[in-house]
Structure formats: structure tokens, C-alpha cells
């Protein structure tokens, strides 16, 4: 019922920029809250960000709070990542999430998502 579509990922230099983005499908885009996760080699997936469907709250990881900013743009179906002061540790494989989550504990946890993109590929060199 919901299809996203991650773009954006590519190769930086530390302290780089990126732009994620993720385009959903379907009618009912502003009802589902929207996280990004991401998964490094040897290593679990983890959160990094999450948006509720009003936009009116924004939920980060510890790890890249100050530096990342997620927001979406309900018009467009479109959830966006901006990435400053990329270090090495933060290469991975960036999913885009969506799911009907009602309470902010939730948006931190990978089991309340109902659909996940295919990720895209953020490499940082030192």
C-alpha cells in the first residue's frame, strides 16, 4: 500500500553535507509518522531520526543530534534528512521508515514500522 524511495546517499569528506530524501506513494502520506534508520557493516540497525505526521514533533538520536535535521513536506510525499558535519562514523545504509505510530516512545523503535525503503548508501572518508 505504501512504496518509499530513498535518494541522496553518495560519497563525502568528513565534515560534508548530504540531503536525503524519501518520496512516499499513496493518498494518505501525511497520517504516518516517518524515521530514518541506519545500518553499518558488523553492526545492528539503528535510529537515527523520526518526524510525527503533523511535523510538530522531531525525535533524534544522541549521536547525530546538532547535526542532522529531519523534515517532511506533505504536499510533495516527501520526507527529508539533512546531514552537516558528517564524520566516518556515520557511514552506513540509510532506510527510510513509515507507520502509524501514536505515542513518542515508539518512534525509536524499528518494530512499529510498517514500511521500509530499499536504503541508500552514505559513505564519509576520513
Avoid at 524511495?5 to 516517518?34: D, K, P
Avoid at 534508520?37 to 549521536?63: C, H, L, M, N
Avoid at 546531514?83 to 540509510?94: F, G, I
Amino acid at each position: 500500500q505504501v512504496q518509499l524511495v530513498e535518494s541522496g546517499g553518495g560519497l563525502v569528506q568528513a565534515g560534508g553535507s548530504l540531503r536525503l530524501s524519501c518520496v512516499a506513494s499513496g493518498r494518505t502520506f501525511s497520517r504516518y509518522a516517518m524515521g530514518w534508520f541506519r545500518q553499518a557493516p558488523g553492526k545492528e540497525r539503528e535510529f537515527v531520526a523520526a518526524i510525527s505526521w503533523s511535523g510538530g514533533s522531531t525525535y533524534y538520536a544522541d549521536s547525530v543530534k546538532g547535526r542532522f535535521t529531519i523534515s517532511r513536506d506533505n504536499a510533495k510525499n516527501t520526507v527529508y534528512l539533512q546531514m552537516n558535519s558528517l564524520k566516518p562514523e556515520d557511514t552506513a545504509v540509510y532506510y527510510c521508515a513509515a507507520g502509524l505510530i501514536n505515542y513518542s516512545g515508539k518512534y525509536l523503535a524499528a518494530p512499529y514500522y510498517d514500511y521500509w525503503g530499499q536504503g541508500t548508501q552514505v559513505t564519509v572518508s576520513s
